[in-house]
């Protein structure tokens, strides 16, 4: 069975001020990611492949469907089940790094290995080694990422969903706003999780990064409601 | 262990990876009134080790009432609050007025909004923390005084200050002391009432810090009150929305901020400013 299996997803937003307005933005959404394979999430922006990427990670709630990750149905589980399954098994590297400010650099990335009760300094190793596989200088691992650049941030944010290996990952543009060198980096991570198993749903714009290491696409433009436009 | 069903339950535990045998606190439709006005209306929630669940609404919304009739400092008119003492389940209502103490001085801590309602100002800052450690037995003062040393150093209060009063201390420090002298007994459930109100916002970050360490580290539980989006944004896993007395939402703490289904959760998200 399949890591990640999506089927007959839909989603509404209703704004309650703006004259109860009900908004589908998806309906019949399906697709499914193998142990060890990567999959492309495309399509025009607006068309819905952040908002996929959130109702599998359990961030946006599902109108209806079945959103199987690891046996877990993300769509139906109890907020208690999806902590634990987002603290064991699925990891999220998202655009935005949000963390507790003042907590250093180290701390922020060992922190996943320490919530699955990792040993302290086997956690803080592997946070080094991340760190420094993508090029983020030394002399900033003991201070808060909060005041970093756009693209240290991201880095720091890699090292954190790449720090425990999830069977599943998503990945929200993980190669915006990288080098050419530190893109490289990010790309042989993916493929490593992909040798260990891992299956990942991902969004990006990189054509070239996702022509090497994404298996397929699935266009979320052909999940759009076809509603009285 | 002896009965091959709890046996096999607690295998179970373990094979999901989690361990986990119940609930800590399970709340069971607890409603206040004062009069004909309802304070809190029908609340139920269940509560699991390690677990912080955080209640926002606006003031008057019920939720300090709620916290009140949760940790024992007020008798619901209706509902149960059930919590594990020593694996069963207990009502916290029936318990006679030495057992709620007792309870109160070791396995849970109440964390008040302003400071000098949860130390004594007059004591000095070793004596608040030692003071509930002698409240649990403690009588042999070097060690009592070595576990106060121990505690405000975690709390970043520095070892020179210990014969201070916390009426010589700042906000932020006194509200550091207050944590240290509630967790000193290594409480497994903490109340805590808009923690980081009243604070600077520098301030605020080193204690959401301290608190969200000492959490994962204790494996506390917590319920934080609060009327700071961004405070239960960071420390709390589920969120309780109140409103007029009445639960209007819950769930995952991102996913109420992020995707708020009830109009009132709408108001209050899109109601932020943006620093």
């Given at each position: ?132 596989r993508l090029n983020l200088p030394e002399a900033l691992w003991g201070l808060s990422p909060t005041t ?51 299956a990942i749903l991902g969004i990006f714009h990189d054509a070239e990064a996702r022509a090497r290491v ?16 | ?275």
């Amino acid at each position: 069975m399949a890591v990640i299996e999506i089927e007959g997803l839909a989603k509404d937003f209703t704004l309650h001020h703006q004259g109860g307005a009900v908004i589908p933005v998806m309906a019949g959404a399906r697709l499914s990611v193998e142990a060890g394979e990567c999959v492309a999430l495309t399509g025009a922006s607006g068309a819905g492949k952040s908002t996929l990427m959130r109702m599998v990670y359990g961030n946006y709630l599902a109108r209806a469907g079945r959103i199987g990750v690891c046996g877990v149905d993300v769509a139906q589980a109890s907020p208690r089940d999806i902590l634990a399954l987002r603290r064991d098994r699925l990891g999220y590297v998202s655009q935005f790094l949000r963390v507790v400010p003042r907590v250093p650099t180290l701390e922020v990335v060992a922190e996943p290995l320490l919530a699955v009760g990792e040993d302290r300094d086997a956690a803080l190793a592997r946070a080094r080694d991340l760190l420094s596989r993508l090029n983020l200088p030394e002399a900033l691992w003991g201070l808060s990422p909060t005041t970093f650049s756009g693209g240290e941030q991201q880095r720091v944010n890699i090292a954190r969903g790449f720090a425990h290996p999830y069977p599943a990952v998503l990945l929200d543009e993980p190669t915006a706003s990288l080098d050419p060198a530190n893109r490289d980096v990010v790309l042989t991570l993916i493929e490593e999780a992909k040798a260990r198993g891992a299956a990942i749903l991902g969004i990006f714009h990189d054509a070239e990064a996702r022509a090497r290491v994404c298996d397929h696409e699935v266009d979320v433009g052909a999940f759009t409601p076809r509603t009285a436009a | 262990m002896s009965d091959g069903k709890s046996l096999q339950g607690f295998s179970q535990g373990l094979c999901k990876g989690l361990g986990r045998p119940g609930p800590l606190l399970s709340v069971e439709g607890v409603t206040k009134r004062y009069g004909a006005r309802i304070g809190c209306a029908e609340v139920s929630f269940d509560l699991w080790p390690g677990e912080v669940m955080g209640i926002v609404g606006e003031s008057g919304s019920g939720k300090t009432t709620l916290l009140r009739c949760l940790s024992g400092h007020l008798s619901p008119d209706e509902g149960r609050v059930l919590y594990d003492i020593d694996g069963q389940p207990t009502d916290t209502l029936t318990l006679t007025e030495a057992e709620r103490r007792r309870l109160m001085r070791t396995d849970w801590a109440f964390v008040h909004q302003n400071p000098r309602d949860g130390l004594r100002m007059g004591v000095s800052a070793g004596g608040n923390v030692g003071e509930r450690l002698m409240g649990t037995g403690a009588r042999h003062y070097g060690r009592i005084r070595a576990a106060a040393l121990d505690w405000l150093d975690r709390v970043e209060i520095a070892a020179d200050r210990i014969d201070d009063r916390p009426s010589a201390f700042s906000g932020g420090m006194q509200q550091r002391l207050q944590i240290a002298r509630n967790l000193v007994t290594g409480p497994r459930l903490v109340f805590m009432d808009e923690p980081t109100g009243g604070l600077d916002v520098s301030v605020q970050a080193r204690l959401l810090d301290l608190l969200r360490g000492l959490v994962r580290e204790m494996g506390l539980s917590a319920v934080i009150v609060t009327h700071d989006l961004a405070v239960v944004r960071l420390l709390a896993d589920r969120l309780m929305v109140m409103q007029g007395g009445h639960v209007v939402e819950q769930g995952l703490t991102d996913q109420v901020l992020d995707d708020p289904q009830h109009a009132y959760t709408q108001l209050l998200v899109s109601s932020v400013l943006q620093a």
